[in-house]
């Protein structure tokens, strides 16, 4: 069974924090995905990666970075946590060779303080 | 760029009826996929319906299926019989060469 694990389920930071969201993956999925969801809004596409060191925005990218140096991990950076990151993060990976299959972690809560 | 829309944010029928959730996409892609996903209040996304867009055929997963309208870039699950467990926030979703993009949700009660 395909896994994707979101190391950190909760998270309580302070406003100017540096956080690292990260999420890992036990199979050979190109393509890894960070979204954050909030009420009303759904998921947003924040950043996207379709391979190791390949990076790209998403809809809503400000705010954030992330990193690939290995496939099988994808992280997700805010550089200086604020009031307005708060929210739930998902983290998502896709094997289009598998019928196209979508895979999720089980989401990590972030409140910024 | 990719947009998928859902317009209605609530909806509320009773156990046994049908209902129909809407789901509209933007897209200059030919090919790509189209998906709907429901999310419990355990938070974890489980996969409904999938359709591949060089498939005239609409998906059909038991009580789910789908109304896809290529030429109108519509997409809208049908759930029959709906059962209390239904209950949940609905996701549709595109995926194309490289976007993953997924709309606002439609939060669907299924009354006893």
């Known amino acids: 069974d395909v896994k994707v694990t979101q190391s950190s389920r909760y998270l309580v930071k302070r406003t100017g924090e540096k956080v690292f969201l990260e999420c890992v993956q036990d199979?050979?999925?190109?393509?890894m995905f960070w979204y954050r969801q909030d009420p009303g809004l759904g998921l947003r596409l924040i950043y996207f990666?379709?391979?190791?060191?390949?990076?790209e925005k998403g809809d809503i990218p400000e705010g954030y970075s992330v990193s690939r140096e290995k496939k099988e991990r994808f992280s997700l950076i805010l550089e200086s946590a604020s009031t307005n990151q708060t929210s739930m993060y998902l983290c998502?990976?896709?094997?289009?060779?598998?019928?196209?299959?979508?895979?999720f972690g089980e989401g990590s809560w972030l409140t910024v303080v | 760029a990719q947009t998928v829309t859902q317009s209605q944010p609530e909806m509320s029928v009773q156990e046994a009826e049908t209902v129909t959730l809407s789901c509209t996409y933007d897209?200059?892609?030919?090919?790509?996929?189209l998906f709907w996903y429901k999310q419990p209040p355990s938070r974890q996304m489980i996969l409904v319906i999938r359709?591949?867009?060089?498939?005239?055929q609409n998906a059909t997963e038991n009580r789910f299926s789908v109304n896809f309208q290529k030429a109108a870039k519509s997409f809208s699950l049908k759930i029959s019989d709906s059962q209390l467990g239904d209950t949940a926030m609905y996701f549709c979703?595109?995926?194309?060469?490289?976007?993953?993009?997924f709309g606002q949700g439609t939060r669907l009660t299924i009354n006893p």
């Open positions: 998502a990976t896709h094997d289009s060779s598998r019928g196209n299959t979508i895979y």
């Open positions: 897209t200059s892609e030919n090919n790509y996929y």
């Open positions: 979703a595109f995926k194309g060469a490289q976007k993953l993009v």
């Open positions: 990666s379709y391979d190791v060191k390949m990076k």
């Open positions: 199979m050979d999925h190109e393509n």
């Open positions: 359709q591949e867009a060089y498939k005239q």
